[in-house]
């Protein structure tokens, strides 16, 4: 990334991080995202305390990441569903293990591959694309303010 | 994503977290990837405290994300640089944003856009994509052990 003069926002980072930052939110989506529902099999599968993984449900229903529906009108027992915004963190989370599967890791080291049911082939890291779908270096994205910059932001943007 | 069978593996996503996860670390890569290289530029771009600031360039240094270099030979000032290991986390950065300005924000509130310095048009948000290119859909996506799934993970795996 290159700056257009001398900026920086992390404005955008930091509300997403107060979000999704709390120890357990993270892999309480991954756990949604491959297909858990109950929140036994939250607690089961995560090891988390119950009390804690209720305030985390909760704190995602909240923010509407996630939504809690009766599994059938004569039932008091609940799923615990992914709304559109938070099936829309699969990229983050996608992008955090696969930087760890690169990076951290030794190959022999990685725990669980993600592939495209289709093809059966592994899914390839993401990348960072221009409109016509052709990988861009990182220093050849520029920043411009947005139309919600703030003054500050707009002198360092000068 | 769908399980093979009834499973998740929080552990990659968890140890990208351990390192990414800290107050202001993934600010300061957002920065770093904005082209900050000094030390005060770092803190008065951030308004950090000059203690945690130093004591997270130290722990992104340590865990290889960051170089310190003299800005030249002769000199007592240095730069921080970041590795490629460290510019590899532009895509954590990038899904953060983008999630952020497409489900926290009004368009009216974004305050930086990200650009193609060749076309001048905005980033297109990250795909999620198949070996072909194609876009594919959370739900076609399969989980399968790697070859460091620990023995309670092949279990929940079967």
């Known amino acids: 990334m290159k700056k257009v003069s001398h900026s920086s926002d992390a404005c955008s980072l930091a509300k997403s991080m107060e979000i999704l930052g709390e120890w357990w939110t993270l892999p309480i989506l991954q756990e949604a995202l491959l297909g858990t529902k109950k929140f036994n099999d939250f607690y ?7 009390n804690i993984l209720s305030v985390r449900l909760n704190k995602l ?3 509407g990441l996630m939504e809690k ?10 799923y615990y569903l992914l709304t559109q915004k938070g099936l829309s963190t699969a990229t983050i989370i ?5 930087w760890c599967d690169k990076w951290i890791l030794s190959p022999g080291e990685i725990p669980m591959i993600l592939k495209d049911r289709l093809t059966n082939k592994k899914i390839p890291n993401l990348k960072i694309q221009n409109e016509s779908g052709d990988e861009i270096n990182i220093w050849d994205i520029i920043t411009t ?9 707009d002198y360092r943007f000068k």
């Open 44 to 50: 089961n599968n995560l090891g988390i305390a119950k």
């Open 61 to 63: 229903i909240e923010e």
């Open 69 to 78: 529906k009766a599994i059938n009108p004569n039932s008091k027992r609940s």
């Open 94 to 98: 996608i992008a955090l293990i696969q």
């Open 145 to 153: 303010p947005g139309p919600g910059a703030t003054k500050s932001i």
